[in-house]
């Protein structure tokens, strides 16, 4: 938390950024702040600068403000520049005005708002706000609050010169520097009874989902497990008029390899990889403060990918080689590019957009480069150790139960029975479990709210494990006593198919809860919902069949077969 550069001396330069100006009703779609045209302050040189790989991901390019601020220096109200307003320039703050938009600064890494303009109530004449108050508040030799007041109305006239001023007020404070980012927070939205009780909610069907699943499992298996122990002790004779059914029948096949195993393994991979991933993003978050600075959960959510790489080679790997597949080159390479491959991609097509649009949110190239270098020159290294780890380790097919030659004819059965009906019906009950959380999450990401109950977030991370693998467990037993042994693809999308819902409730949101319109709002938001979701629905499939897994696993250990 101690940083040098935030203790000042006395008259020490306090720089003020212009970050991005934009409208109140999108927070995602900014421009520069200089790109309308404001006129910049006097002072040209300042003594530090610096921007992460987070910063720079999410478009965000300070720009110095000119103005001259010193620490706890007060100025009177000065005029620092002059707009010299033509019909474009005048267009130009009308439009921003008409359209409610407004800026954002920094001083001291601390935000501050302020209103471009306003109109008056028939909407003919315009105004500028042209006199920027700011209040600075400090405890000891610290920058602790800002506070930004607009002032001086002034028409918006053709060819006429508009003055631009500030002044600013240095006042002592109490307010603690740890504590300066809690009046950003909106305790009243987060700490809202309906998110205390939505997790409460979801507690309750967790123990609910476990119960049930223990009993059916418990007692099913334990009347299937009698009934074929009978089996043994009958003879020949008995045993082929007896009617034998159930998931038993299929012990030959339920350890076959699953079809198209080297995109399978990879996905399975991935999704181990994300959960990591988000388990200790959430964790290093609920340690550290990191929505305290620009663009740090990005770039912590970058590093730490890079840095789990090895988890998704040891899953995939292993899993490709106990399925006896051969081109595991290729499955680690496919593996490690699945997750980049998809983000990039994306992020590129939008900032296709962005650029035709001339938002800051448009990604330099250097940046790409960059992401371009962490790909080849640490995913994929690392992921290469895990591979080949995940293959010395536990690459050996282990089953309790030998797999048969010939595969067995899948025999008829219900419709509801179905793998695909099996697959829509499983994520109805994990995405009941964390669309609350979901609205919260959202309107941290598309409104001007900063999210920091890390610990709820953890609480539904999880809730959504334990329902996710209760749920494929169920489905999975279904499908064995129907004689269906394609279990594993099965298992994953009944699990992954939470996304869909999760996507289809980003529509809702979008029309319902945002103020969006035009092409670039919409293709950034259906474009990085459709990433969010999908690496969403790899997680819980990923998580789904490790469960299942384990549990078709263990009843076949117990099954006495000849």
């Given at each position: 938390k101690?940083?040098?550069?935030?203790?000042?001396?006395?008259?020490?330069?306090?720089?003020?950024?212009?970050?991005?100006?934009?409208?109140?009703?999108?927070?995602?779609?900014?421009?520069?702040?200089?790109?309308?045209?404001?006129?910049?302050?006097?002072?040209?040189?300042?003594?530090?600068?610096?921007?992460?790989?987070?910063?720079?991901?999410?478009?965000?390019?300070?720009?110095?403000?000119?103005?001259?601020?010193?620490?706890?220096?007060?100025?009177?109200?000065?005029?620092?520049?002059?707009?010299?307003?033509?019909?474009?320039?005048?267009?130009?703050?009308?439009?921003?005005?008409?359209?409610?938009?407004?800026?954002?600064?920094?001083?001291d890494?601390?935000?501050?708002?302020?209103?471009?303009?306003?109109?008056d109530?028939?909407?003919?004449?315009?105004?500028?706000?042209?006199?920027?108050?700011?209040?600075?508040?400090?405890?000891?030799?610290?920058?602790?609050?800002?506070?930004?007041?607009?002032e001086?109305?002034?028409?918006?006239?053709?060819?006429?010169?508009?003055?631009?001023?500030?002044?600013?007020?240095?006042k002592?404070?109490?307010?603690?520097?740890?504590?300066?980012?809690?009046?950003?927070?909106?305790?009243?939205?987060?700490?809202?009874r309906?998110?205390?009780?939505?997790?409460?909610?979801?507690?309750?069907?967790?123990?609910?989902?476990?119960?049930?699943?223990?009993m059916?499992?418990?007692?099913?298996?334990?009347?299937?497990?009698?009934?074929?122990?009978?089996?043994?002790?009958?003879?020949?004779?008995?045993?082929?008029?007896?009617?034998?059914?159930?998931?038993?029948?299929?012990?030959?096949?339920?350890?076959?390899?699953?079809?198209?195993?080297?995109?399978?393994?990879?996905?399975?991979?991935?999704?181990c990889?994300?959960?990591?991933?988000?388990?200790?993003?959430?964790?290093?978050?609920?340690?550290?403060?990191?929505?305290?600075?620009?663009?740090?959960?990005?770039?912590?959510?970058?590093?730490?990918?890079?840095?789990?790489?090895?988890?998704?080679?040891?899953?995939?790997?292993?899993?490709?080689?106990?399925?006896?597949?051969?081109?595991?080159?290729?499955?680690?390479?496919?593996?490690?590019?699945?997750?980049?491959?998809?983000v990039?991609?994306?992020?590129?097509?939008?900032?296709?957009?962005?650029?035709?649009?001339?938002?800051?949110?448009?990604?330099?190239?250097?940046?790409?480069?960059?992401?371009?270098?962490?790909?080849?020159?640490?995913?994929?290294?690392?992921n290469l150790?895990?591979?080949?780890?995940?293959?010395?380790?536990?690459?050996?097919?282990?089953?309790?139960?030998?797999?048969?030659?010939?595969?067995?004819?899948?025999?008829?059965?219900?419709?509801?029975?179905?793998?695909?009906?099996?697959?829509?019906?499983?994520?109805?009950?994990?995405?009941?479990?964390?669309?609350?959380?979901?609205?919260?999450?959202?309107?941290?990401?598309?409104?001007?709210?900063?999210?920091y109950?890390?610990?709820?977030?953890?609480?539904?991370?999880?809730?959504?494990?334990?329902?996710?693998?209760?749920?494929?467990?169920?489905?999975?037993?279904?499908?064995?006593?129907?004689?269906?042994?394609?279990?594993?693809?099965?298992?994953?999308?009944?699990?992954?198919?939470?996304?869909?819902?999760?996507?289809?409730?980003?529509?809702?949101?979008?029309?319902?809860?945002?103020?969006?319109?035009?092409?670039?709002q919409?293709?950034?938001?259906?474009?990085?919902?459709?990433?969010?979701?999908?690496?969403?629905?790899?997680?819980?499939?990923?998580?789904?069949?490790?469960?299942?897994?384990?549990?078709?696993?263990?009843?076949?250990?117990?099954?006495?077969?000849?």
């Amino acid at each position: 938390k101690e940083k040098k550069k935030k203790k000042k001396p006395d008259k020490e330069e306090v720089v003020l950024w212009m970050n991005t100006v934009g409208p109140y009703h999108n927070r995602q779609e900014t421009y520069k702040y200089f790109s309308l045209p404001f006129c910049v302050g006097s002072k040209k040189s300042i003594s530090h600068y610096h921007e992460t790989l987070g910063e720079a991901l999410q478009g965000v390019e300070l720009e110095f403000s000119g103005l001259d601020i010193k620490f706890k220096d007060d100025v009177m109200q000065t005029t620092y520049c002059e707009i010299d307003l033509d019909k474009g320039r005048r267009d130009a703050f009308v439009y921003a005005i008409k359209n409610h938009y407004w800026y954002q600064m920094y001083i001291d890494d601390l935000p501050i708002w302020g209103i471009v303009g306003e109109a008056d109530e028939n909407g003919e004449d315009y105004y500028l706000w042209t006199y920027k108050k700011l209040e600075i508040g400090y405890n000891g030799n610290r920058i602790v609050d800002v506070n930004l007041t607009s002032e001086g109305k002034v028409k918006l006239v053709p060819n006429t010169k508009i003055q631009m001023s500030y002044s600013v007020k240095w006042k002592k404070s109490d307010v603690k520097f740890e504590d300066r980012f809690d009046k950003y927070l909106d305790p009243s939205f987060f700490q809202h009874r309906i998110h205390w009780f939505s997790i409460f909610n979801s507690f309750m069907m967790v123990i609910f989902l476990v119960g049930l699943v223990s009993m059916i499992l418990m007692r099913t298996l334990r009347k299937d497990y009698a009934r074929y122990s009978k089996e043994e002790e009958m003879d020949d004779m008995d045993r082929d008029l007896g009617d034998e059914y159930g998931w038993k029948q299929v012990h030959g096949d339920v350890f076959r390899p699953s079809s198209h195993p080297l995109i399978f393994s990879s996905l399975i991979g991935s999704g181990c990889q994300i959960f990591a991933v988000s388990l200790i993003v959430i964790v290093v978050a609920m340690i550290e403060d990191l929505y305290t600075e620009r663009g740090s959960m990005l770039s912590t959510a970058i590093f730490v990918y890079a840095a789990t790489s090895p988890v998704n080679g040891y899953f995939g790997g292993s899993l490709y080689a106990r399925q006896g597949g051969r081109r595991w080159i290729k499955q680690m390479f496919i593996g490690a590019f699945l997750i980049p491959a998809m983000v990039c991609g994306t992020a590129f097509f939008i900032n296709f957009i962005a650029i035709y649009y001339h938002a800051s949110r448009a990604i330099p190239f250097g940046t790409m480069v960059a992401v371009c270098c962490i790909c080849f020159f640490v995913i994929l290294p690392l992921n290469l150790v895990g591979t080949i780890l995940g293959r010395n380790l536990s690459g050996q097919p282990n089953f309790p139960c030998r797999v048969n030659a010939v595969p067995r004819p899948i025999p008829e059965k219900k419709w509801f029975m179905e793998p695909a009906v099996i697959v829509c019906l499983g994520g109805i009950l994990p995405f009941g479990s964390i669309f609350i959380e979901m609205y919260f999450i959202f309107t941290s990401f598309w409104a001007y709210k900063i999210y920091y109950v890390y610990g709820f977030m953890m609480l539904v991370l999880v809730i959504l494990c334990i329902v996710t693998v209760c749920v494929t467990i169920v489905c999975t037993y279904f499908l064995l006593n129907a004689e269906d042994y394609r279990w594993q693809w099965t298992s994953f999308l009944s699990a992954a198919s939470t996304a869909i819902y999760v996507y289809m409730y980003s529509f809702y949101y979008y029309f319902f809860k945002t103020k969006m319109y035009g092409l670039f709002q919409t293709s950034f938001y259906f474009g990085y919902m459709a990433v969010f979701s999908t690496a969403l629905g790899i997680m819980c499939g990923a998580i789904g069949y490790m469960g299942t897994s384990a549990f078709v696993r263990k009843i076949y250990t117990n099954v006495k077969i000849d």
